[in-house]
Structure formats: structure tokens, C-alpha cells
């Protein structure tokens, strides 16, 4: 069935660093790919996405890159903040499934001042 | 401000007694919405899908009976945890996909409840 794999946290980073955080997918046919973040105590807050193949998703200085050839979806910020420090999930979407996600483990990230 | 509505935020019960959490689409209507259950520190695993006006489609290991979803609106879906066990307590997340004024392919997450069985 359809999973996604995501690099283990926790990563910690110091500010104004470059960050990536790996994702990769198993999926029959054409999924959408999603990035979700979640503050500690908080729900879960869409990130970016992107629906096809050699599409970029960004927003807020992230950004994804829907790589079919590699079935991967990495994460990239050029410069991290404090504020950034969140636990990241990857997330698969079949829409002929309705709206249905698989997410990855989560990766946790923490930026240091 | 938020497009879906989880209530309550938090609950605290007592094991053996049941509990309701409120799924609301606040401006669109949800023909489908979707219960996932997160333990501290892991991912979210997807429950149940709940349809509008039919039985909600339930994960395989979820139990049915313990875990009541009722989709009897297009803005309203509940979770009852009934007969709830300290081994319930969770982090529970809805989430919706749209229709109407809202595109069809975009999926829209609740804030989250906490329930905590002692």
C-alpha cells in the first residue's frame, strides 16, 4: 500500500542554518504531496504542497520539490529561525481517495538560538 | 481564522464513561471528513472516513464499536469514545475535505483534542 518515509528527528539546527528534511513516498498512480506543521499543543497547520510532478511548493521561505523519478518530496529552508522548531510531517494524498492522507513519522526539528 | 472547528480543545474523563468531540466545517460544506488519533511524539494514523448521511468506513484494528462516528450533517461529524480506558487517552484530529465554496481538493485540519481517562 501507499506510505511515506521521512528522515528521523530529532534534528537540531542553529539559527540562519540550512535545513532539509528527506521525505520519500511509495504510491500507485499520480498522488498529491503534502508538508504539515505542527506546534507543540497545537492541530496541524498545511505547510505547502504540490499536486504533479516537477511542481514547487512553497511558503514561508520553505520549499518542496515534487521529484517523481526519485518519489521523494524533501523539505528545504534556506535559513531557519527559533521559530521554526516544530515537528514536520510528510503526507501523501490520493484524491480519488476523498481526501484520505498517509502521513510519515514526523520530524522534529529545534532551531537554537 | 480557522475553517474547521474541533470542540472540545481538551477533556478530561473518567474511565468507563463515554466522550463526544465535535468536527464542524466552519463556511463550507464537508461531504466527507476524516478522524485521525495521534500518540505523544508519533504520527497521526487515520481512524475512520466519515461520509455525510452513511455509515463511516472504519481503518483496519480500529474497533467500530468503541470509536461511534456520526456524520449526520454536511458541517457536523462526532467521535464518541464510549466505555473510554486510560489506554484512549490521545491527541484526536478531524479533518475535512470541501465542497461548494471551498475546492474539492483541498483538505482542511481541526485544532486538535485532547482526551485524557483517568
Known amino acids: 500500500g501507499d506510505s511515506v518515509t521521512q528522515m528521523e528527528g530529532p534534528v537540531t539546527l542553529s539559527e540562519e542554518a540550512f535545513l532539509t528534511i528527506n521525505c520519500t513516498y511509495t504510491?500507485?498512480?499520480?498522488?498529491?504531496l503534502f508538508w504539515y506543521v505542527q506546534y507543540p499543543g497545537e492541530g496541524l497547520q498545511l505547510l505547502l504542497k504540490?499536486?504533479?510532478?516537477?511542481d514547487k511548493g512553497s511558503n514561508k521561505g520553505f520549499e518542496a520539490t515534487y521529484r517523481k523519478e526519485t518519489t521523494s518530496f524533501h523539505l528545504e529552508k534556506g535559513s531557519v529561525q527559533v521559530s521554526d522548531s516544530a515537528v514536520y510531517f510528510c503526507?501523501?494524498?490520493?484524491?480519488?481517495?476523498?481526501?484520505?492522507?498517509?502521513f510519515g513519522q514526523g520530524t522534529e526539528l529545534s532551531v537554537k538560538p | 481564522g480557522a475553517v474547521v472547528s474541533q470542540h472540545p480543545s481538551r477533556v478530561i474523563c473518567k474511565s468507563g464513561t463515554s466522550v463526544k468531540i465535535e468536527c464542524r466545517s466552519l463556511?463550507?460544506?464537508?461531504?466527507?471528513m476524516f478522524w485521525y488519533r495521534q500518540f505523544p511524539k508519533q504520527s497521526l494514523m487515520l481512524m475512520a472516513t466519515?461520509?455525510?448521511?452513511?455509515?463511516?468506513?472504519?481503518e483496519q484494528g480500529v474497533e467500530k464499536d468503541k470509536f461511534l462516528i456520526n456524520h449526520a450533517s454536511l458541517t457536523l461529524s462526532t467521535l464518541t469514545v464510549t466505555s473510554a480506558h486510560p489506554e484512549d487517552s490521545s491527541f484526536y484530529i478531524c479533518?475535512?475535505?470541501?465542497?461548494?465554496?471551498?475546492?474539492?481538493?483541498?483538505?482542511?485540519f481541526g485544532e486538535g483534542s485532547w482526551l485524557t481517562v483517568v
Open positions: 479533518s475535512a475535505s470541501g465542497t461548494g465554496n471551498r475546492p474539492g481538493n483541498t483538505i482542511y
Open positions: 504510491a500507485t498512480g499520480y498522488p498529491s
Open positions: 504540490a499536486t504533479k510532478a516537477d
Open positions: 503526507a501523501l494524498g490520493a484524491y480519488n481517495q476523498g481526501g484520505k492522507l498517509i
Open positions: 463556511d463550507f460544506q464537508a461531504t466527507t
Open positions: 466519515s461520509n455525510e448521511g452513511s455509515k463511516a468506513t472504519y
